[in-house]
């Protein structure tokens, strides 16, 4: 007892002045590195290393010392002895391999811990490490490797090499071509030599690589390739296709909805791959093709096919401005099944058709039904707002605006039926020539542009200046895309004659638009400070001073 | 071109004062509640300033309200700017100065925008910086430092230096717990690593130190520093630690000093002294300088953690009322890595602008040391109250009239006054 006792205050007392002398040395040598003085820094611990072999952060250090001096050479012979004398330790290996990167010797690092895997039996707990030292050293065959055997350990962490690369990507997108592609193009060449689950794995690993790397019709053209080997790249297809369409790629996406559609009809995905797949064929411009496909769907049951042909109708509308076409698509829908959200859809889009195909009772009586559906009654105001305004029925115009903002102010809508109710009142005393620019917006609406232009010139020559600018100013909005100097003369017109602040920064806020889109930077910022100091109350000058900021900034303007 | 254009607005401004030095009007910036964009209105003093034209700061009067003589750019540029103003006769002016002379009240002139420099890393960083959005919100130019061009001398081209959320103890903001697998919080110790070697420093700790002690020669040289949360107290931190090592392995790779505490000079230091260092690298903290609650349970809301702005006599003390201008002398709280300073840790000669009350927090602290002076402001965003790592940015065309804000840029025009002399 008594002896046990002897040698355990024994060991104590041994323990005590190791931590001593190992505090004294490191304080010594922390002192020695401040001072720049790494060759005695690094003597003192190998003196202390020769006596204390098993303390590895002394080998640690020791290593470290010599790589700030400049000798890796023998920096990495310390460490690989270090790491060699005792079992793998993992995380000394990791830390050993960064403090190698940070040296600059990115190779070493890659072998130092293939050995260590290389002493392990089976497990590769440095494959992430490893991989993305071979990213750095652009060995996109080696990176491809150390990311198969990261994902045989942990499959479920492939998104996790699908974002590394993605992130990769999109840092080297400006040079051309993609350094990224030789990652894709390792992969691709490493599917040759497996089978199996593996296969299906780095099978998608690559269509999405691929499709990080800017190339989605590889990706979808490797997905097609392997859709035989089971039900994991069918579901990956799916998810394929959704990823294009979020990125932008309609066109890739379209198809590879379709592959999936006809791959597994079965799918409970199938009908609203379907359905995504016209509207990808719609967004991608191939109009016709996302009818044809919503026609295909109406065969199915009666809410699927209620849907499918509200959406023809939708295109035939708006896509392809023929609403006579579409009011026959919409009336075969009369028996509509579901509930309001369907029919407000139906009878709204109806409306529209009919207030341009120039059925105006039936607009009407269109919106009136719509306005019996509680969620709908606003919207139905507005149509018939709008609809009194251009029959030039202003009070009654004005009674349904009232109705509408003062139940809903916060209306989607609202703020348009302000701006017309503005309107009707500020040219009360000029209803023949507000008529007249009524019905001269009624025909645009009906796409009777000539018409129209025969009442807007009648609004120069006969209408107030304020209502004559309003129209002026129409005209602007309609040019501003096709003939971009034809509206800045007439945002100019505007801006030089109109008294009231209101017009005259709607025309400046449009020519100072115009002038930034023309690559006129500093006269679009002194129309912006001019339309402030014009008008400093007007709603709209918080904005204009964000812009005022962003041009002084972007032109390096102090004002 | 834009110079030329400058230079022609100067000519015109300076032609028109001097044919009209006699019975012209005065611009009144005020600055209490009638004032629509209080920190927009800072930027059109310093705008005034840059061009030579002096501007009066009338401490005290109306929230600390500017009179300019009236110019028609003058006012142009402030309506553009959004910054409410009222044209004031030379005799409405002679009676504001006489009610200023009755009350607790002085006018300090500015004379000279002063050159703004802002020490910031080169790397995108998770967080923002109040006072580099304040600027620019405000639309103050200035130039941005790091490690390199401190070293090099280059601080004394400036007359202004703001440091913010900086960690001189080399321990990077003692992120280390929660962040240490994030990429940015690798890659900016890397990046610090690479840039102490080519600096010439076997570690960072080491070169934060001397960028400190460089920090320190420019303020004591006549520089105003200007400093926020975590730049605060790690600037003492490196400063009391030039003789030791307090930084952990995880940092610097080796182990922090066994007498690092007891190796503390506090005679080098601008503000605190016998503080107690955090060693733990898991801990979120430098040392017991900072007053952030431990406990999350204890944090509460911005209006919950007010702080008040204390009173000075403007004619005997106008560096901290210059300070304080504000129009409410009640601030809304807000956290930081540094929130508040413990009032026992704070030199004697330092004098405290702003606390929580009935707590020994202060929060906003102002001294002379040798020719310069330096202000601590404790906390990170003065309008988010918890602003987390990763957060976006505070949209300041939201607080245009924040008083958090108006401290920081009252700051950013006291160097351009007169200086005069402290009396108590």
Known sequence: MMTKFLCGVCLCLVNTAFADSRTELMDSVAVLRRDDNVAAAAEHLRAWIGAHPQDPEAHVLLGQFLADGGDHAEALQVWRQFLDSRPVDVIRYGNVARRLQAAGLVQEAVELLEEGSGRL?????????????????????????????????????????????????????????????????????????????????LTVLLAWCALETADPEFGLHVLKQALDTGDVVRLALFQYASRCEQVGHTEVAARAYGLFVETSPASPLATRARLKEAQMLALSGDV??????????????????????????????????DPAAALKTLATLDQLPGGNQLRTELLTLRADCRLRLGQTAAAIADWQQLARIPASRADAEFG????????????????????????QPSHARANDALALLLLIDEFADANEALAVLGRARLRERQGLRDQARADRQWLLQHAPAGLRHVS?????????????????????????????????????????????????????????????????????????????????????DTG | MKRASSRLLLTLLCGFFLSTAAGAERLLIPMDLQQRNHLKAYGLAFWVLEREIEVD?????????????????????????????????????????????????????????????VYTPPNAQ??????????????????????????????????????????????????????????????????????????????????????????????????????????????????AA??????????????????????????????????????????????????????????????????????????????????????????????????????????????????????????????????????????HDPEDHKHHVGDPPTQLDLHRSSPGYRLILNNVLFPAAKKQERKT
Not at chain 1, 385 to 406: N, P
Not at chain 2, 87 to 93: G, M, T
């Open chain 1, 121 to 201: 039996d089976k497990t590769d707990p440095f494959a992430w490490q490893r991989a993305e030292l071979l990213l750095i050293l652009q060995d996109w065959a080696g990176a491809v490797e150390a990311h198969r055997s990261f994902l045989r350990q942990e499959p479920h962490r492939r998104p996790f090499v699908v974002n590394r690369i993605a992130l990769l990507a999109r840092g080297a997108a400006a040079e051309v071509p993609n350094p990224i592609s030789g990652y894709v193009e390792a992969l691709a060449a490493a599917l040759d030599d497996v089978s199996g689950a593996e296969r299906v794995a």
């Open chain 1, 288 to 321: 016709d093709g996302a009818i044809v496909l919503y026609r295909e769907m109406s065969a199915g049951d009666a809410g699927q096919s209620a849907q499918a042909m509200l959406r023809v109708a939708h295109l035939q509308a708006s896509s392809l401005k």
């Open chain 1, 384 to 407: 018939l707002a709008e609809l009194s305004f251009f029959t030039g029925q202003f009070d009654s115009a004005s009674a349904f605006i009232d109705s509408l903002v003062s139940r």
């Open chain 1, 472 to 556: 002026l100013l129409e005209d602007a909005v309609f040019f501003e895309q096709s003939a971009p100097d034809r509206a800045l003369a007439l945002y100019a017109l505007v801006a030089a004659d109109e008294p009231s602040e209101r017009l005259s920064v709607s025309a400046m806020l449009g020519q100072a638009r115009l002038l930034e889109n023309a690559g006129q930077t500093e006269a679009a910022l002194r129309t912006y400070e001019s339309t402030v100091l014009t008008a400093p109350l007007d709603p709209r000058t918080p904005d204009v001073r964000r812009h005022i900021a962003r041009l002084r900034t972007l032109l390096g």
């Open chain 2, 57 to 117: 700061w009338l401490l005290n009067y109306r929230g600390g309200s500017f009179a300019i003589q009236a110019h028609d750019l003058i006012a142009q540029e402030a309506r553009i700017r959004g910054v409410s103003f009222e044209v004031i006769s030379e005799a409405d002016l002679a009676r504001i100065y006489a009610q200023i002379d009755a009350g607790n009240m002085d006018v300090v002139r500015l004379e000279k925008a002063p050159r703004m420099a």
């Open chain 2, 126 to 239: 998770p967080w923002d910086d109040a006072v580099t959005m304040a600027l620019e919100y405000a639309g103050i130019g200035y130039d941005k430092l790091w490690d390199e061009e401190v070293l090099a001398g280059r601080l004394d081209d400036y007359d202004w230096l703001h440091l913010h959320h900086e960690d001189f103890s080399g321990q990077y903001g003692k992120f280390y717990q929660s962040f240490r697998h994030e990429p940015w919080y690798q890659e900016q110790q890397r990046l610090y690593e690479v840039q102490a070697r080519q600096l010439g420093f076997t570690k960072v700790s080491e070169q934060k130190k001397a960028v400190a002690r460089r920090i320190y020669d420019y303020v004591v040289g006549g520089g105003f520093l200007f400093a926020m949360c975590s730049a605060t107290d790690t600037f003492d931190i490196a400063l």
């Open chain 2, 242 to 379: 030039q003789d030791t090592d307090v930084a952990d392995s995880v940092f610097d790779g080796d182990p922090i000093a066994s007498d690092a505490q007891q190796a503390l000079d506090f005679s080098r230091t601008v503000a605190f002294e016998n503080f107690t260092l955090e060693t733990n690298p898991l801990v979120y903290e430098h040392s017991d300088i900072d007053t952030t609650p431990k406990d999350a349970r204890l944090i509460r809301t911005a209006e919950a953690e007010y702080f008040t702005l204390f009173e000075f006599s403007a004619r005997h003390d106008p560096v901290p009322t210059m300070l304080t201008q504000c129009h409410t002398n009640v601030v809304n709280g807000f956290l930081g890595q540094t929130t508040a300073y413990r009032k026992s840790l704070i030199k004697d000669h330092v004098v405290l602008l702003a606390e929580v009350e009935g707590t020994d927090q202060v929060k906003y602290i102002h001294g002379q040391v040798g020719r310069g002076t330096i202000t601590f402001y404790g906390g």
